[in-house]
């Protein structure tokens, strides 16, 4: 009778908390709505992220203690657990500010810029979206509070970047450890900790990382509903859904997936007649906490940029362009990007990704790419539900996050595909082991064979992730041979920054050579000015006796080059890996703070 007394006490606290949760957000959205001056911005963000903590909170009572006290780990698994933290605290943090050692266009702006820009009150409205719609600025106002600790440093952005990408890594690894046991958990971890592209966007890009992370929670929440579609369930898959469609536009797209899956698997229980009360509720609950996760960010979410239309342009240029070869443009329309879909969905194991990342390969290395196939047709034939679930994830997100887009496997938009594509490799590859289970000696050493083989292509996954340095190139770098204008640039900064006087002067010039006009005049590199060098007015002046290699700095643009003042700077008259340059091209700074 004690234990219904406090369950039922429980129970009636986890709805009081729903509703709280639920009156908070919709307080927070009228605010938002109605603060045309954006003069509470920071009141309604504090209530809504409140709503979500008590939602949150609310859907893990009644929480069993005695249950989770009584959870033993074996010490194998904790000690592989651990080796696991290692890797991704090592991977993650090592060398965080050096490498790269050049800011990153997308990721400065969006993780650090807009972050400043919204500590010094430039931007008002924090829940609007950036300026293509990619993603809502809940991220840079979330940055923003490591802006005030940090400051114009790479660590604004890049810390909350290789946090959630560690975070993202151990929830991966408790989902799986969840759902489809410890030995699939513990290799897709290490196989996601050593993926090129989770690593090369823990350290760039936060924008881009989020995606992983909310793909990771989008199955952890799948998970529970496809055990048991209870109220709470429903509930928890509403608010993850409601959380994820705010970020950035791969994330929404998997959001917008696992949304069809619930609503699909839903109308078909409906249609039997199982339990059509607890759906119609449920489906209820789900929308309500979705608008908890969602927030005020509501206010400002069109259709269109909801669904990204601006970015399923592949097409567009047909509607507009002579019809050559007797093509109805309106079926070509419709027809294009079924004709893209086999490279997108290619691009796990061939074919070379696009975008950011300087090193065009595809998701998984050839290893990798031959459990993949394997995992993911048995997944697909003969998986439990949650791995059809994660196949049919697999095989849907390459058309919603390429095929149908204006860029066929841009990199930044495939970084959804990561947890899945790890959880299918690790799947084949313990239903291989099985395959050969047999007690022999010879079965046996295939076993250690195959064990070690994984062991050592995700560990040298990641050596060459370092040692190759191809994080290091800029992501809007198109002849490699002037890579060391990043590095040239980079140092100028750093100069200005470090230096006494110039840190105190409102104007700073850039002398440059002809050659590197256009070079310094790219919106990316105005951002890193306007980062990094806040309040200052940047000079480029050209002259042509400036080297192409070259860069004079000083507080004033009068005064000759020539005229014997300029003090070189020792920067990378020796190769040094990760802060000089990585063809060893050779550049001179000079200085004249005086």
């Given at each position: 009778m004690n234990f219904f007394k406090k369950n039922l006490f429980l129970l009636v606290r986890r709805y009081q908390l729903l509703i709280s949760s639920l009156l908070l957000a919709l307080i927070s959205i009228a605010i938002t709505l109605f603060d045309l001056g954006f003069t509470l911005r920071w009141l309604s963000f504090n209530l809504w992220l409140l709503s979500v903590v008590m939602a949150f909170i609310a859907l893990q009572l009644p929480f069993n203690f005695k249950r989770f006290k009584s959870v033993r780990f074996a010490r194998s698994e904790v000690l592989l657990f651990l080796l696991l933290l290692t890797i991704a605290l090592f991977s993650r943090f090592w060398l965080l500010t050096t490498y790269p050692f050049a800011p990153i266009g997308d990721g400065l702006r969006d993780g650090g810029l807009a972050a400043a820009r919204i500590v010094r009150g430039e931007i008002k409205n924090i829940f609007a979206y950036d300026y293509d719609y990619a993603h809502n600025l809940v991220i840079p106002t979330l940055t923003s509070f490591a802006y005030r600790i940090f400051g114009e440093n790479v660590l604004t952005y890049r810390l909350p970047a290789a946090s959630i990408a560690i975070f993202s890594s151990l929830l991966l690894y408790f989902t799986a450890r969840r759902f489809l046991g410890k030995a699939i958990a513990f290799w897709t971890t290490l196989i996601l900790l050593s993926l090129p592209l989770h690593l090369y966007y823990a350290r760039t890009e936060v924008v881009v990382i989020f995606s992983s992370f909310w793909t990771t929670a989008t199955f952890y929440a799948l998970g529970k509903f496809l055990e048991k579609r209870s109220l709470r369930n429903y509930a928890i898959t509403g608010l993850v859904i409601g959380c994820a469609m705010g970020f950035h536009a791969a994330a929404k797209a998997m959001s917008l997936i696992a949304l069809f899956l619930v609503l699909a698997i839903s109308f078909y229980y409906f249609l039997k007649k199982v339990d059509r009360k607890t759906i119609a509720l449920g489906l209820g609950l789900m929308l309500l906490?979705?608008?908890?996760?969602?927030?005020?960010?509501?206010?400002?979410?069109?259709?269109?940029?909801?669904?990204?239309?601006?970015?399923?342009?592949?097409?567009d240029d047909v509607l507009i362009s002579p019809n050559t070869n007797g093509t109805d443009p309106t079926l070509k329309k419709l027809i294009q990007p079924f004709e893209n879909y086999p490279t997108s969905l290619m691009i796990y194991i061939s074919g070379h990704t696009t975008s950011h990342y300087h090193d065009k390969k595809p998701i998984l290395n050839f290893v990798f790419a031959v459990f993949f196939v394997v995992g993911l047709v048995m997944a697909l034939m003969t998986g439990n539900i949650t791995l059809r679930i994660i196949g049919f994830f697999a095989v849907a997100l390459p058309f919603t996050n390429s095929a149908i887009t204006d860029a066929i496997n841009a990199d930044h938009r495939l970084t959804p595909l990561?947890?899945?594509?790890?959880?299918?490799?690790?799947?084949?590859?313990?239903?291989?082991?099985?395959?050969?289970?047999?007690?022999?000696?010879?079965?046996r050493l295939v076993r250690v064979t195959l064990v070690l083989l994984l062991l050592t292509t995700s560990g040298l996954s990641i050596f060459w992730f370092f040692d190759n340095e191809e994080a290091s190139y800029n992501m809007f770098r198109k002849d490699d041979a002037k890579v060391y204008q990043d590095y040239m640039l980079t140092y100028g900064i750093k100069t200005v920054q470090n230096d006494k006087v110039l840190q105190n002067s409102s104007q700073i010039c850039f002398t440059i050579s002809p050659a590197n006009l256009e070079y310094f005049n790219l919106l990316h590199i105005q951002e890193q000015f306007m980062f990094f060098l806040p309040g200052r007015v940047i000079e480029?002046?050209?002259?042509?006796?400036?080297?192409?290699?070259?860069?004079?700095?000083?507080?004033?643009?009068?005064?000759?080059?020539?005229?014997?003042?300029?003090?070189?700077?020792?920067?990378?008259?020796?190769?040094?890996?990760f802060v000089c340059t990585p063809n060893q091209t050779t550049f001179k700074l000079f200085l004249r703070s005086s």
């Open positions: 906490l979705m608008v908890v996760g969602f927030g005020p960010r509501l206010v400002f979410s069109t259709p269109d940029v909801i669904f990204q239309t601006a970015k399923l342009n592949v097409l990561l947890p899945v594509a790890s959880v299918l490799v690790a799947y084949g590859f313990t239903e291989v082991l099985k395959k050969i289970s047999q007690p022999n000696l010879l079965f480029t002046p050209v002259n042509n006796k400036v080297a192409d290699n070259q860069l004079y700095i000083s507080a004033s643009c009068t005064g000759d080059i020539t005229d014997g003042s300029w003090q070189p700077l020792d920067y990378c008259t020796l190769p040094e890996k």
